[in-house]
T-cell receptor
Framework: DAKTTQPPSMDCAEGRAANLPCNHS???????VYWYRQIHSQGPQYIIH???NNETNEMASLIITEDRKSSTLILPHATLRDTAVYYC??????????FGQGTILTVHP | DVKVTQSSRYLVKRTGEKVFLECVQD?????MFWYRQDPGLGLRLIYF???????EKGDIPEGYSVSREKKERFSLILESASTNQTSMYLC??????????????FGSGTQLSVL
C-alpha cells in the first residue's frame, strides 16, 4: 500500500471548516483513499473514502486532486466533538489497513 | 447500524494464562480483523480473515492465534499470555471489495492487562 504523510497536529475554531491534508504521492490506480478518526478511548470510526472523484457524506467531504497524489478531508462546521486523531489511509480495498500516526485535530471554543 | 461487539471492555489476566477475546458482528461481513493499539506505536494488525475457517497473518501475529468457525464470530487467542501483550485490542469487520473492503467498522475495544 502507498505511504501517506499527514501533519502531526492542527487546530481549528469551533464553527469553522477544518481542512485536513494528506499526501499520497505513490498511490497506484486501484488504491482508494480512506479517512478514519479516533476519539480518545474509542475504536476508530470510518468517515469517508474515494477513488478518483470528490465525495461527500453526512460527516465530511473528501477532495482528491486530479493526479490523486494528495487529498483533503473537510469538516464543514467543526464542533468540539470533532476533536480526535484523523487517519488518512491508502488501500486497494483489500481491507488490510495500515494506520499511521495521523493528525491530532483540536477544535477550540 | 453495523454493530461490532467485543465480549469484554476490560480484562485482567495472569502471565501464562490462555486468553480468549471474542468479537461478533451483525452485518454479514466477510472480512474480520484484530488489531492492537499501544501508545506511540499506533494500531497494528495481528490477524485477519476473509471467510469462515480462513485466516491470514497480519504484521504482528507472534504469540497469537485466531478462530473463525462462524461468519459472524472472530476470536483472538493468546495461548500463554505475557506482560508485553498488555494492550488495547480492537476488532473490526467489513464487506469484501469494491471500495467497501476498506470501510472497517470497529468494536469498542478490550483493554487487556496481563500481570
Amino acid at each position: 500500500d502507498a505511504k501517506t504523510t499527514q501533519p502531526p497536529s492542527m487546530d481549528c475554531a469551533e464553527g469553522r471548516a477544518a481542512n485536513l491534508p494528506c499526501n499520497h504521492s505513490t498511490i497506484s490506480g486501484n488504491e482508494y483513499v480512506y479517512w478514519y478518526r479516533q476519539i480518545h478511548s474509542q475504536g476508530p470510526q470510518y468517515i469517508i473514502h474515494g477513488l478518483k472523484n470528490n465525495e461527500t457524506n453526512e460527516m465530511a467531504s473528501l477532495i482528491i486532486t486530479e493526479d490523486r497524489k494528495s487529498s483533503t478531508l473537510i469538516l464543514p462546521h467543526a464542533t468540539l466533538r470533532d476533536t480526535a486523531v484523523y487517519y488518512c489511509i491508502v488501500n486497494t480495498s483489500y481491507g488490510k489497513l495500515t494506520f499511521g500516526q495521523g493528525t491530532i485535530l483540536t477544535v477550540h471554543p | 447500524d453495523v454493530k461490532v461487539t467485543q465480549s469484554s471492555r476490560y480484562l485482567v489476566k495472569r502471565t501464562g494464562e490462555k486468553v480468549f477475546l471474542e468479537c461478533v458482528q451483525d452485518m454479514d461481513h466477510e472480512n474480520m480483523f484484530w488489531y492492537r493499539q499501544d501508545p506511540g506505536l499506533g494500531l497494528r494488525l495481528i490477524y485477519f480473515s476473509y471467510d469462515v475457517k480462513m485466516k491470514e497473518k497480519g504484521d504482528i501475529p507472534e504469540g497469537y492465534s485466531v478462530s473463525r468457525e462462524k461468519k459472524e464470530r472472530f476470536s483472538l487467542i493468546l495461548e500463554s499470555a505475557s506482560t508485553n501483550q498488555t494492550s488495547m485490542y480492537l476488532c473490526a469487520s467489513s464487506y469484501e471489495g469494491g471500495g467497501e473492503g476498506g470501510k472497517l467498522f470497529f468494536g469498542s475495544g478490550t483493554q487487556l492487562s496481563v500481570l
